[in-house]
Each structure stands twice: as structure tokens, then as C-alpha cells.
């Protein structure tokens, strides 16, 4: 048995928005017993600064003694990628619930044992794909599911990003294959690939893929650093090895192709995510810099047709029950789309129920599809993604 503490493993600023929409949602489910007990992180200080700030109770050095306590049954993984593997079977063996970030791991078979772990386990587990939570795409999502767009052609989905344009920010683990894996594409092209199997389904071939380093070294930084900020710099220089911008043209077995881009180097971007939809009766497309909203053409007859914005409303995916403002064009942004995914994490523990849209299984699927796109971009040919169990 384990107890009902909750556990934050990663004080950065991902492990801040676990915190936020625990101590968002955790209200609405005083039955379960959960309580906010503590963030582990080897950096004491980030530690200490995120439990007083979101009101846990204490703070952790050793992710193993977390793991060994009998009082913490929920844990958040959210650790740089090369920690995901170790931290989430730990914590799969001991029978506790697992939200792990993305990538679930820097390959497919390291992916595929923890899922397997996760099948085996009595806790309730998945992969944080908190972007299927955004109303509007979840949205366009069902209408592309009841057929309103006809039968799906084609996808196009950019996740952009300039938080590495600077080629003056510090060398860290973000920049290394063997702690990283592939640069934008596990860090960004992750979500990327998953939203193209949640609007498309499972993708049976890469038909190419071509990735680009355009910043090949960094400086080190002269003191241990987090997140993506300035710092002061050594005078030793670091080698980038994994990509900075990586694309890749799919096929899906339902016979759709799309195309996946991403790039941490994409300057003016920020944080922009876009997500294009086409079919044979109608097209959908969204980006997050108007997330209040997400644009519709639909034809019967194959005319054309204009678009037609369709604004959030009370009756959009998770804002009438869960939104704090269920009001027409309220804005939905990040925090409350990841707020709606731990919600839905706490419900199907509080329900014993497995936690689907997002699973493990996804989130092997989703590593299967990244290492292909992986070895095409390597060896310049198409490749195909051999599913199984």
C-alpha cells in the first residue's frame, strides 16, 4: 500500500506547472486523501523556493528516498530526459501513480519497458501530452473523430520555439544526444508527433526526415544552471550534438500524410504551437497565439467555403466544468490546459480507472514514431515504424 502524498521530482519550471494545477484541481477531490508533501530536487534551494511557493510540506534531496517512502502514493516526474527512465520504473515498481514527462524516454525500447512496468503496475500512470487538453484542439480532435472534416488528407503541425536562438546561453544537457536525445525533435517535436497520432492516429512510415544544428557550440557555463536563461559563461567551449530544427514528412495507416516541424531556434516564436487539419469536406486549424479560439471551413459539395471562428464557450471540451472564467472567448492558456490534464490524472485515481488519453502506451508510441523520424533523418531514406505490443 502506499499513502496519499503527492511528490514533485524536478524543482524547474515544468515541475512548477505540475505544482500549480495540483494545488489548482486537488480541492475537487477531497475524498481522495491527497495532500501536497514534497518537491525533490538535488538543487535545495529550487527546492525550498517551489514547495513555499505552491505550499508543500516539505523538500527532498534523494529522488531514491522519495521513492522508498510509504507516504508518497502520486508522483510527478519532471526531470531532464535522460532521468525519465530510471525515476519512472522506480516509481512504477513501488505500486505509486506516475505522471511522467515527455519524452517518456530518449528511445522506444527504454519507452516500451516502462510502459510494460506501467501495465504491470497497480497505480495509475500516463504521459504528460497536456496539449490534447487545449479546448480547441480537443475540439477539432472529436470533429476530425465524427467525420465532420470527411476523410482526413493531410496534417500540418508546427511547434516552434526560440528559447536556444541566443547562441550566447550556456551549454547544458538540452545540448547533448546521449542526455537529451535529439534536440527540438524529443523536446519539442514530442508533442508535435503526439497530437499528430491524437487527430490521425498511428503513422506507418517516415517518408523523410532532415534535421539541422545551426549553433554547434555553446560555452559552458561557469556555475550549475536551470531553465533557459542567461548566466555567466567560462571560457570553454562545448560541442552541440543534437538537432536545433528537425522536420519530417509522415504517412499514417489510414492512408493521411502530415508534416511535423520543430525548432528551438525559431526566432519571435516564443512558445507557438500550430495545428492544421485537412480533409476531403473540410479544413481546421489553431495556434496557440489565439487560443481563444480555432478556425473552421467546412464544403458539402467541395465549393468554396469560408472560415468560421469558433470561439470557446461553456460547452468547449473541460471549460464548462473546470475553467475558473466559463464564459464565450474567455482565453484558455497554458496553465489551464496542464491544470485539465492533472485533473483528469487525480480523477482516474480517485475512480481506479486507467488514465487513457495520454497513457504510457502513448507515450511508446509516440517514442516509436521519434526514433524513426530519428534514423530517417540519419540515413536520408524513408523508414518504417514497426509497430508492436
Given at each position: 500500500?502506499v499513502?496519499n502524498?503527492?511528490?514533485?521530482v524536478g524543482?524547474?519550471?515544468i515541475?512548477?506547472?505540475?505544482?500549480a494545477g495540483y494545488?489548482t484541481?486537488?480541492p475537487?477531490?477531497?475524498?481522495?486523501g491527497?495532500?501536497?508533501?514534497?518537491?525533490?530536487?538535488?538543487?535545495?534551494?529550487?527546492?525550498?523556493?517551489?514547495?513555499s511557493?505552491?505550499?508543500?510540506d516539505?523538500?527532498?534531496?534523494?529522488?531514491?528516498?522519495?521513492?522508498?517512502?510509504a507516504?508518497?502514493?502520486?508522483?510527478s516526474?519532471?526531470?531532464p530526459?535522460?532521468?525519465?527512465t530510471?525515476?519512472?520504473q522506480?516509481a512504477l515498481r513501488?505500486?505509486?501513480h506516475?505522471?511522467c514527462e515527455k519524452?517518456?524516454?530518449?528511445s522506444?525500447?527504454?519507452?516500451?519497458?516502462?510502459?510494460d512496468l506501467a501495465?504491470?503496475?497497480?497505480?495509475?500512470?500516463?504521459?504528460v501530452?497536456?496539449?490534447r487538453?487545449i479546448p480547441a484542439?480537443?475540439?477539432?480532435n472529436?470533429?476530425v473523430?465524427n467525420?465532420?472534416?470527411?476523410?482526413?488528407v493531410?496534417?500540418?503541425?508546427q511547434?516552434?520555439c526560440d528559447y536556444?536562438?541566443?547562441?550566447?546561453?550556456?551549454?547544458?544537457w538540452?545540448?547533448?544526444?546521449?542526455r537529451?536525445g535529439?534536440?527540438?525533435?524529443?523536446?519539442?517535436?514530442?508533442?508535435?508527433?503526439?497530437?499528430a497520432r491524437f487527430?490521425?492516429?498511428?503513422?506507418?512510415?517516415i517518408?523523410?526526415?532532415?534535421?539541422?544544428?545551426?549553433?554547434?557550440e555553446?560555452f559552458?557555463?561557469?556555475?550549475?544552471t536551470?531553465?533557459?536563461?542567461?548566466t555567466?559563461?567560462s571560457?570553454?567551449?562545448?560541442?552541440?550534438?543534437?538537432d536545433?530544427?528537425?522536420?519530417a514528412?509522415?504517412?499514417f495507416?489510414?492512408?493521411?500524410q502530415?508534416f511535423?516541424?520543430?525548432?528551438?531556434?525559431?526566432?519571435g516564436?516564443?512558445?507557438?504551437v500550430?495545428?492544421?487539419?485537412?480533409?476531403?469536406?473540410g479544413?481546421?486549424r489553431?495556434?496557440t497565439?489565439?487560443?481563444?479560439h480555432?478556425?473552421?471551413?467546412i464544403?458539402?459539395?467541395?465549393s468554396?467555403?469560408?472560415?468560421?471562428?469558433?470561439?470557446?464557450?461553456p460547452?468547449?471540451?473541460s471549460?464548462?466544468?473546470?475553467a475558473?472564467?466559463?464564459h464565450d472567448l474567455?482565453?484558455?492558456g497554458?496553465a489551464?490546459?496542464?491544470?485539465?490534464?492533472?485533473?483528469?490524472?487525480?480523477s482516474?485515481?480517485?475512480?481506479?480507472r486507467?488514465f487513457e488519453?495520454?497513457?504510457m502506451?502513448d507515450?511508446?508510441?509516440?517514442?516509436q514514431?521519434?526514433d524513426?523520424i530519428?534514423?530517417a533523418?540519419?540515413i536520408?531514406a524513408?523508414?518504417?515504424?514497426?509497430?508492436?505490443d
Open positions: 500500500m499513502g502524498g503527492i511528490a514533485i524543482a524547474g519550471m515541475g512548477a506547472a505540475h505544482a494545488r484541481h486537488l475537487r477531490f477531497a475524498k481522495l491527497a495532500t501536497m508533501d514534497v518537491v525533490c530536487d538535488v538543487n535545495v534551494d529550487a527546492a525550498s523556493k517551489m514547495a511557493t505552491w505550499g508543500f516539505r523538500t527532498a534531496a534523494d529522488w531514491r528516498a522519495v521513492m522508498a517512502d507516504s508518497i502514493g502520486i508522483v516526474v519532471c526531470l530526459n535522460f532521468l525519465h530510471e525515476v519512472a522506480t513501488a505500486g505509486k506516475v505522471l519524452p517518456l524516454a530518449l522506444a525500447d527504454d519507452a516500451r519497458a516502462t510502459r501495465r504491470a503496475s497497480s497505480g495509475v500512470s500516463g504521459t501530452f497536456n496539449y487538453r484542439l480537443a475540439d477539432i472529436a470533429r473523430a467525420g465532420e472534416l470527411g476523410d482526413p493531410q496534417i500540418l503541425i511547434y516552434q536556444a536562438a541566443d547562441p550566447m546561453l550556456p551549454h547544458s538540452r545540448y547533448t544526444f546521449d537529451a535529439p534536440g527540438a525533435l524529443l523536446d519539442l517535436g514530442t508533442h508535435a508527433v503526439d497530437m487527430m490521425l492516429g498511428d503513422v506507418s512510415e517518408a523523410g526526415a532532415v534535421s539541422t544544428i545551426s549553433i554547434c555553446r559552458l557555463p561557469a556555475a550549475a536551470t531553465g533557459h536563461g542567461h555567466q559563461l571560457d570553454e567551449l562545448a560541442i552541440v550534438d543534437n536545433d530544427v528537425m522536420s514528412l509522415l504517412r495507416t489510414g492512408g493521411a502530415g511535423v516541424t520543430a525548432s528551438r531556434i525559431a526566432l516564436t516564443g512558445n507557438r500550430q495545428v492544421e487539419v485537412y480533409g476531403t469536406r479544413t481546421a489553431f495556434t497565439e489565439m487560443p481563444s480555432f478556425e473552421l471551413a464544403s458539402d459539395d467541395g468554396p467555403a469560408p472560415f468560421r471562428r469558433m470561439i470557446n464557450r460547452s468547449s471540451p471549460v464548462g466544468t473546470l475558473p472564467v466559463p474567455v482565453s484558455i497554458y489551464e490546459g496542464f491544470g485539465f490534464m492533472i485533473h483528469e490524472f487525480l482516474a485515481i480517485a475512480e481506479g486507467p488519453n495520454g497513457s502506451e507515450g511508446y508510441r509516440a517514442a514514431i521519434l524513426a530519428q534514423t533523418s540519419e536520408n524513408p523508414v518504417s515504424v514497426n509497430w508492436r
